[in-house]
């Protein structure tokens, strides 16, 4: 018989579940959680609850929302020739704060990882064909993570989109601003010599 509660094994093994969470972050999250005033878990369950409940994906660009098309879809002033392709939700409002972008997204819900299983078709790929070619883009910027699996998906998309005669391009990498060449790794040297940029 398990010394662990079978309620409190059952929200252990729940927030293990959650990307980045291992067991003994779960254990500290759980119990942390168990100290708090029922009022806070209660609020917390019905904020849950609540976000599962209003929120919705938006049809334009996939991203969640309360309105549907989402207010940067619905904004007439955003250039429609230009299309920023994250992997997850949560990168448009990194973009978004850098006052940078003024196009529009598609949000790909993953990237392709053959060793996870995630292929092509299980991603929000066959959406963004459709979009670009029935849309007049002349640009699509894939705005994805600089690891393997994104790499993988930079390819993949740009083979896929580049025959559709639109530019395709990807956010630049390199040095960091006010970061120190003695700290930098080849790679990202290697990128930023790549990448550099006339005066």
């Known amino acids: ?3 662990t509660p079978h309620a409190l094994e059952r929200l252990l093994q729940e927030f293990a579940k959650l990307p ?3 067991p003994k972050t779960a254990e500290r999250l759980v119990y ?5 005033p029922k009022e806070a878990l209660s609020t917390l369950a019905d904020s849950l609850k609540q976000v599962k409940e209003e929120l919705v994906t938006c049809s334009g660009c996939g991203r969640f929302t309360d309105l549907n098309p989402c207010s940067i879809c619905a904004d007439t002033k955003r250039d429609r020739s230009l299309l920023c392709v994250v992997a997850e939700s949560q990168n448009i409002p990194i973009l978004e704060k850098t006052g940078a972008f003024h196009g529009l997204y598609h949000v790909l819900t993953g990237l392709v990882s053959p060793l996870q299983g995630v292929t092509p078709d299980k991603l929000r790929v066959k959406e963004l064909e459709g979009k670009v070619k ?3 883009v002349k640009e699509v910027i894939l705005a994805l993570n600089p690891n393997l699996d994104g790499e993988t998906t930079s390819l993949y998309l740009a083979k896929l989109l580049k025959p559709l005669g639109i530019k395709v391009t990807r956010l630049a990498r390199g040095l960091p601003v006010g970061a120190d060449l003695e700290y930098a790794d080849e790679v990202t040297l ?3 010599i790549t990448g550099r940029r006339e005066l």
């Open 1 to 3: 018989m398990s010394p």
């Open 32 to 36: 942390y959680l168990l100290k708090q």
């Open 190 to 192: 290697e990128s930023a």
């Open 134 to 136: 029935a849309d007049g």
């Open 20 to 22: 980045g969470v291992g």
